[in-house]
């Protein structure tokens, strides 16, 4: 086997990996209960590979939030907003919408303490984007804090709670905290008005 099928098979067997765990996750009423065994049985490798290739269980699952999320940052960066205050509510619907579609596989990560707190990397990049986006809303005096306490409304333990036991909807949801960015701002234009329509997930 040349050195360049070494590569091709290594890159398919991550792959299947990733996929087999985030269906596994998203299939899942119960994250926590995912097991590595489970993981490899559905992508079809050796229990031996996930442990080469990514270390543990919070270290598949770090890879796998960072697969989902690399095709929404750029997108997120670039979007242009209206003022300040409307790119801070754009930022925190992305990211409660991010949750909400990945709420099993982000309470998996939290469950595991990879995203406990602050050293995963995709909270520092919601972290560093949201708080450069608040140090450009007028009032705003604490505006690392202030990103800090905006992302804990958003937990992914919360955000489960309230639409799987709660039955709110993703709507009501984004709506609420629409309202709850307006409360910590102070007051501005009706927050719900500058929620761009979303298909509920």
């Not at 909270?123 to 450009?136: C, P």
Request: charged share 20%; hydrophobic share 45%; aromatic share 4%.
């Amino acid at each position: 086997m040349t050195e360049r099928t070494k590569r091709a098979d290594a890159l398919s067997n991550r792959e299947a990996v990733l996929a087999a765990a985030d269906a596994l996750f998203a299939a899942s009423s119960s994250p926590r209960t995912v097991s590595m065994d489970d993981i490899a049985a559905a992508a079809g490798v050796g229990k031996g590979t996930l442990f080469r290739r990514f270390g543990d269980r919070s270290g598949l699952i770090g890879a796998v939030i960072t697969a989902r999320l690399e095709p929404l940052q750029q997108p997120v960066q670039d979007a242009t907003a209206s003022s300040p205050r409307q790119r801070v509510l754009n930022l925190l619907d992305a990211s409660l919408r991010f949750k909400i579609v990945n709420r099993n596989l982000m309470a998996a990560a939290e469950d595991a303490g990879l995203s406990n707190p602050y050293q995963a990397g995709h909270y520092a990049w919601w972290h560093d984007t949201l708080r450069t986006a608040l140090e450009q809303v007028p009032g705003v005096h604490a505006p690392d804090f202030t990103a800090h306490a905006l992302l804990a409304a958003i937990h992914a333990h919360l955000v489960s709670h309230l639409i799987d036991d709660q039955k709110m909807t993703p709507q009501a949801l984004r709506s609420s905290l629409a309202a709850h960015i307006d409360n910590v701002l102070g007051n501005g234009p009706d927050p719900l008005t500058l929620l761009a329509p979303h298909k509920e997930a």
